[in-house]
Each structure stands twice: as C-alpha cells, then as structure tokens.
C-alpha cells in the first residue's frame, strides 16, 4: 500500500520506535508493495540470522535443531529452529517439508521473534485501583480460582465463560474443552464460530464431515480452481506454489468470485465481482447453465446424491438476467464460469471467510457443496470442497470440540455424548451432570443445551437476564489466546468489558480483551508461553496431525496453557477427575497421556488410530513423503499418508493409513477409501437415503449400508469375529461409542467404512431454509430486493434472542441505505493474522504495514473529496466512528469499500492503555467496531462481509 504523506509526517515516524519508515524499509529491503512478501525478498537488515553471542551464551556453544510448525495460518509449513544454549538463535523452513517444500510467507519468515518478543506479558498482573501489579503465580491462581468459586456459588457455572483458542495444541483444545465440563458449562468457544463454523454445520450436515475434503497439496491434480470469498495469496500465500503448479502444468482455469479484486484475482483466467452477499444467486445461476446444457454428471448424482431434483428446480428460479440483476455482474460471467468447472473436471472448489461469515454462511458453504456434486467432483483426486483454515490449530481446535455446542468428535450435547465421553473419562455420569446447573431452559437441561457463542458472549453479559436461557448473566469470561476486536459490535464488547465482575486474559500478550475496557479492577493478564515453548500435536487445514518440538523453555514468568489449567482444576476442586486417566508431572498433565485419551474418545471422526508415537515419527521423517500425494516414498511408512489425516481408523497398533481424499470409493477402507456418511437415516418420506450401487473398492456389502452397531454385525453373522473383550465393551453399542475399537476392525476386515455408506443430500430438513436460499443481508443497499428476497424473522438461537427482520425493516424505515451507501465488507493482509497482537508485536512483520485503511473506489473517493493518503472517517451503520487512512483504489467496485481486520489499539481515534513494556509497534482502529449486528441462525456466525457505511474526510 503506498499513502502519500508529507515530508513533515515521514520525519515524525523516522522518530517513532522501529526507527524507519514504510519507504525507507521497502527501499532498503527490496519489497514492492504489489507482491507477496516472502522470506527470500526480507533484505538482511530485516530477517537475520541471531547469534549466540546476542543473548549473552557461548557463540561456540553446538547447535541442536527442532522440528517446529508454523503458527501463522494453516497450511502447516515445517520450520527447522536452531537452539544455542536453550535460545531460539535461528531458523529455516524446511525443504524437504511435503507442505511447503522450502516456502514461507513473511508471518513464517518472521517466526522466531515471536518467542523472543519484548512485548509479551513477562509475569501474572492484576489491575489495581488503576494501576498493575506484580502477582506471583500463586496468588494469581489463588485470586482467580476464588472469584471463580465466588460466582458459581451466586450465580451457578454458566456465569464463568471460557475464550479458547485456536492457538492451542491439540491437547490443550482438548483440555480446556474437559476443563468446561468439568466446571459445568458449555459456555465454552473458540475463533471457529467467527470464521469456520458456518463451514462446519453447512458441509458436515451435507455429506457427513464438515471438514476439507482433499489437502493443499492434492490441488497440484485439479484441471480448475474455483476460489469464492477466498484471497490464498495474502491468507495462505504458501499454498499458492500448488495453485500455480496446477495453472502452470495442467493448464487449470482459476476462477475467482469475490467482491475485491484481490491478488489471488490477479492470477485468475475469470474474476467474478460480486455484490457482497450474494453468492448463493451465482452459484444457482452456475447450476442452472449446468443443468440446462446437460453438463451434470447424471451417473454421481444417481447414485451418490439425493434431493437434487429439487435443486435443479430451486436453480431455475435464478437465469442469467435475474443473477446479473441481483450479483450486480455482467450475465456472461455467470455461463463462463460454469462453462470452465464443467469443461475442466476435476476441478476444486475452494472458499474462505467471505463465504462463512455472513447471516446466510450455513446456507453459502451448502451451496458451494452442491456445485461440486452436480459435477461430480467430490471424492476424486483434484476435487473436492477446500475449505482454507485460517490459524494454525483451528482445524483442530474444532475437531476437538472447543465449540459452545458439542463435546469433542462432533458427538453434540445429547445425554448419550455426555455417557459416552464419561465412559472415556472413566467418570460417574451423575458426578459430570451434577457439576451444571439444574432446572430447564427452552425444554432442555444446560447439560445439553448448546452454551453462549463467542460471537455474542457480550450479548450474554449485556442482555436482561429474562431473555437468557440460563440460570444469570455471564459475569466472569477468561480470553485464553483469542483476541476480542475479531468480534463485530465492539462498542458493545466493551461495555461488557466493563460491566462483568472479572476479566481473565491468558496469552503471551495483554491483548484487547485486557486494554479496551475502562475498567479499574478486577483485570487479570496470566502470561502463556507460546506454542514453541511447549510440545504437543495440531492439525492443519487438510486434517494433517503433526507434532512441535519444544524449541526452548517458557520464557519470563509463563506457563504453558495445561499447567495453568491443572493449576486451576486443582484450586477448584475437581483436578482428581480432570486428569484421572494421566499422569501429571510438574503441575501438568503429561502430553502423550491427553493425546491418548483423545485416540480413546475421538472414534467418530477416526482420530482413534493416530497416537502420539505414529505422529512423532511422521513428524521427525516428513522428507519421506511426496509433495505429490503425501504418500510415504519409501517402505519405512509405505501406504501411509503424511500426518495420518483423519479418519485414522482403529488403533495405533492397526497403522491405519490415514484418509487423504475423503468420500473416495476407487481405495479400500483400509487404504484410505470411503463414501458419503450415513448420519441421516436410512430413509426420508420414503426415499432412500443410502448409496445405490456405489461402494468402496473390497467392500463386501455392494451397495448402501447404514451405520454399524453390535447389533448389525449380528445380523450379518460377524458378531464372532470379535474377541470376548471386544464383545464385552461393544455389546449394545454403535461404532462412535465402542471404546473396544471391535466394530470398527471387524466393519473395515470386510472392506465396510464403519459411519455406513450414503448418499450426499441436497436438503437439509432440520435447518431453517432446506435448500440454500439467498436472503438481502441485514444491511442491504438494495431496499428494493428486500421485499422478493427478505431475512428470517427474529427468533431464538439457543440461549440468545437474535434479530433479523427488525433491523433490516429499520434500514427501511430510518432509510440507513441512503445514510450509509457504501457496502463495507473485510479480509486478511499478508503481514498480520487474526486480531493482530502477536503479528503487530513483531518488529519485522511491523515494518512492513504500519497504518491501519480502507480501499474506496476512485469514483467514491472523488465524489467525497478524498484522495489516497487522506484521514478518513469510516462511520458504521450503527453509528460508530473510526479514524483511519484511504487507500483509493479500483481493487474495488464503485459502492463497495474493504478494510483488514487485524488492527487495534485505537478507538474512535483514541489510544488505549497497555501495561507498560507491552504495546504493539503498531496500532489502529478495528474493522470490527463499525461492523454491525447479524448472525448466522445455524452457528452464530457474525457478519462481518456485508454491512453498510459511509466515509468522509477527517
């Protein structure tokens, strides 16, 4: 981004604390702004090699190298980290790593400060009568322990809420998740409800699985790439060497649909601008074209897929006219893009945040599902639905049930879960139902009721204790790794800052959770040591678990996440339950003993046959693995695939492959094969739902079969297969409760994937709108849609009263579409990730954006007497304000204006407060304070891609 500032301006930054300014840094690093900063473009005066001798340790001292996995994004890049003397000195991504193959973007290249920034919390701290003070580890642990006692003993456990963290291990996902259970709260969650869980809910309630189907790697094979609300070039640059070798060797056609013409555009055959909220009309429009030309694979959807029927009809409700009209785009670019996916198989649909986060998410990611089974293209080599994730562990985090509606394996809330996860735990079930509050709310217990999202936990602190279904407000929240100015509404957010008894913030850094706020107390910053000051598994986007390497030991004063939560279970009681099946040593579980527990429990999702072992070794040999297909090269892991993606069925002992391409029927179960789930019964007002004359390569069963239990191995006579023990455990249970693992050997000996074999539906009869349907988002510039294509009515979701008709008849009736004409919508930069306070924190990564903008249309821009450069106020429709700088530019449409979300520090143009030591190089307005009210009915889901706004000079 260049901003043309006056000489005066350049010589009061060359004063602040980096000591150059953006010109001078590009100047003398080489970097352009219109490229990828990428770490072989860092000049040396940037990214360097530290020596020994620069932390005050022998230079000569032997170099030990650890095996290390980024924490930016997750593609899951592997870094080699060289260590002198206990200390992070240097570091190289890995050449032989099957993901990036010698790749990093500048977050990568930038890694090693993070465990040496000087910015991070050092020691526990409380704020005190406005001021902070010291804490020992104990008296913090004490302190917080005993608010927590205080609350629950006045208002009940659903009072406390628990900020999780993508940033987690596996293991720490899974033990903060236990940690909630055993409080007795599903008040729980993490980032995934704010950018995946629309993904999750819309693909999972699809075809059995919510999660990406192939890998970043498998895109080399596709013959086209379709990309909707997706921007891989600054959100996983790595990936994109994949992406191009698919353009450069098999002549792919790159599609891009998104609003902003992004730098992953800038490498498209077609790019489609769309008007922010529209994309379940361009893609019904591509069906249509499909349908009409006969370009559908009519043989898939016989056998594999049911309910299309009635897409078809739902799709000719969109021609081309009527897309172009609503889309906002010319009618060829809708036939050219079905043109190109049909006449270019197989090919890969891929999508990110400007797909999920919108009040219609659910419905978008089940529409991008559908494009890909009227083509065919699921199941295959080169196909299927990548689904980008955006931090290092989500994909995990998700998986392991940090989530406010389901316990880990998506097993949900029911009471059979909750047995089943106590039978893991080796608990009392009545003990675990008893630690949550008693009584009824909506006609359920809170035991099985789903908790407050993170998208709206301030909705839960605000809101009249009458309108929530549970027992009082939220009172108490702690921030484990999550930033809060990711959420929409932020004025809100902070006067819920303000008005909760306690607020626990547990991360490297103080983050805004512990600076918004106008509090004098009652503020406590537990520091966490990053995940490079502790080991354990994470899983990247494509389901890949691979293990980090401790690289050094906890810095200052932190702790790593599983002692402070041991610490806590143990100051409220419940640490003899918590951990009854682990060891613990020095205050903490040991590592491989949660990661068992996890292969114990984590049966539906196949996460049983991975164990700590298998992923190490994965992990210590990835250089003998094909970038290609992530198959093992040689015999040492033959027929394996790279960090045994689940499902990973049985045991660790049965060395289960992995399952690199979900839904592929031409592989054996045992070698990675499958089909559609049966999660949705057998039948549907008396059509078939399972699979017809499609099955898996060696599958002894030709045609559709429900899921397996004891007693369906009964009925097909292999109940004797099964050793005592095993029939002992699975008597009177199915293939996600029997901890024996027998279903499942017995299932896939016959060549049966044990989930059953199904058909993909088309119509989701349990949701709101069975079929995709486009609604006007809430914030609408086009008044004169809303009538044909109008919102939900108010309803509510869970715990929480959620408006929709009332705000978008507002809009109407207080004519906020002429007030507000620009549509404001949001998405990643290259240098920053999430909120940005580990990112902005970073010296280097500072270096390289150091103001917060928003891109306007040089139409707009001159109609309100901006020019590049200029300070602009950006005012929501809602009526905050935020101050930041115009970038002028015809990467977006006339009437459609894009800012990042990763900055804070400053609100409505004021600076907050940090401890001192500990504010980021840069600050700014967030994105997320003009950002408005809405939310997906499935998920929570916030809206943060189709809002409105306006924008004047400062």
Known sequence: MQLTRTATEVKVEEKKGLGLDRRQFLKNAGVTTGGIAAASMLGTGMIRKANASDHHVDPNAPIEIKRTICSACAVGCGVYAEVQNGVWTGQEPAFDHPFNRGGHCAKGAALREHGHSKLRVKYPMKM?????????????????????????QESGPDSVYFMGSAKFSNEGCYMYRKFAAMWGTNNVDHSARICHSTTVAGVANTWGFGAMTNSFNDIRHANAIFFIGANPAEAHPVSMQHILTAKERNNAKIIVVDPRFSRTAAHSDLHVGIRPGTDIPFIYGMLNVIFENGWEDKTFIDQRVWGMEDIRKEAAKWPLSEVAEVCGIAEESVYEAARLMAENRPGSVVWCMGGTQHTVGNA?????????????????????????????NVQGATDLGLLFDTLPGYYGLSTGAWKHWSHVWELDFDWVAGRFDQGEYLGKKPMNTPGMPCSRWHDGVLEEKSKLAQKDNIRMAFFWGQS?????????VRDALDKMDTVVVVDPYPTMAGVMHRRKDGVYLLPACSQFETEGSLSNSGRSVQWRQQVVEPLFESKTDLEIMYRLAKHCGFAEQYTKRMQVKNNAPVIEDVTREINRGMLTIGMSGQGPERIKAHTQNWGKFSHENLEALGNDFKGETYGLPWPCWGTPEQKHPGTHILYNVDKHVLQGGGNFRARFGVERNGENLLAEGSYSVGCELEDGYPEFTADMLKQLGWWDELTAAEKAEAEGRNWKTDLSGGIHRVAMKHGCIPYGNAKARCKVWTFPDPMPVHREPLYTPRRDLIAKYPTYNDMQVHRLPTLYKTIQDKVISDNLDKKYPLAMTSGRLVEYEGGGEESRSNPWLAELQQEMFIEINPADAADRGIINGDDVWVEGAEGARIKVKALVTPRVKLGVTWMPYHFAGVMHDVDLVYPDGTKPYIVGESANTALTYGYDPITQMQETKSSLCQIEKA
């Not at 406005?130 to 927590?148: C, F, T, Y």
């Not at 295959?380 to 639905?385: A, D, I, P, R, V």
């Open 364 to 392: 978008n990611t089940r529409a991008y599902c559908l494009l890909q089974l009227a083509l065919g293209n699921m199941g295959k080599s080169g196909g299927g639905t990548n689904i980008f994730r955006g931090h290092d």
């Open 128 to 152: 005190e009568g406005g001021k902070w003070k010291k804490l020992s580890w104990e008296q913090a642990i004490q302190e917080v322990g005993d608010q927590m006692l205080k609350i629950r």
């Open 484 to 492: 809060v100015n990711t959420e929409t509404r932020q004025m809100e």
